[in-house]
């Protein structure tokens, strides 16, 4: 007997979405957990529901199909694309998706998906792996506000704290809350724009305005906002190497 995937269908057509809810109803090990019409939304209830498998629109308003893979936290769900253009295969190879379907999707073609499906162990890590190595990082951040979410572009980022375990994101405006560890965070950030100065703090390298270095050792770092941090002495070498270009 097979496991039952279950599965989030993202599209930004509401007829799209209609057109492959009927064509995987004739998989009967396939249950249909939710729709989502954009890219924030469906990180939001991937993180939610935590499906087996994303079925993934690319293009779409906000976070396309590419930032969405990339931005989700471990554990990842399968992923398969489906999108009218042909340009972005590589691009989702390259993040291991699972399959690559272009629209119109056929009954015949979308069988093969699911027997991959079926086939692919569900890893914590192949996408964050592969986003690595592809050079693909998240361009925005899904965090929480009390009970709602917000979606913050990594440019508006200044810095990332570890709050009793939690991950607490900082912009200009304010902070909320992340899911990952710093720890987890550190793993998928681009090393090129941001950087852990501490055990407790990841800093956007572009908000750093000043560094001043301590007898000890360590430095007093000064971000944009006026906001001081401590960097380790034994980070501070690579920080002022980052911050040469």
Wanted: negative net charge.
């Amino acid at each position: 007997m097979r496991t039952t995937l279950r599965v989030l269908l993202v599209d930004d057509e509401a007829p799209a979405r209609e057109r492959m809810r009927q064509l995987l109803s004739a998989f009967e090990d396939i249950t249909i957990v939710e729709e989502a019409s954009d890219g924030e939304e469906a990180i939001e209830k991937t993180l939610a529901l935590k499906p087996d498998a994303v079925f993934l629109d690319i293009q779409m308003p906000g976070c396309d199909g590419m930032e969405v893979a990339a931005s989700l936290p471990s554990p990842r769900p399968r992923i398969v694309f489906c999108t009218a253009y042909e340009q972005y295969a590589v691009d989702a190879f390259e993040l291991h998706a699972v399959d690559y379907l272009l629209k119109p999707v056929s009954r015949a073609r979308l069988g093969q998906a699911v027997a991959r499906l079926r086939r692919e162990p569900r890893t914590e890590s192949s996408i964050e792996q592969a986003s690595r190595s592809a050079g693909v990082w998240p361009a925005r951040f899904l965090a929480r506000t009390g009970t709602r979410y917000r979606v913050v572009p990594a440019e508006q980022v200044l810095w990332f704290a570890s709050e009793d375990g939690i991950t607490k994101l900082i912009t200009a405006g304010g902070h909320a809350w992340m899911q990952p560890t710093l720890n987890d965070l550190e793993e998928r950030l681009d090393p090129s724009a941001f950087f852990r100065v501490s055990r407790a703090a990841i800093v956007r390298l572009d908000a750093v305005r000043e560094v001043h270095p301590q007898p000890g050792g360590n430095a007093v770092v000064t971000l944009s906002d006026g906001t001081k941090l401590e960097a380790s002495r034994r980070r501070l070498a690579s920080l002022m190497e980052k911050l040469a270009g």
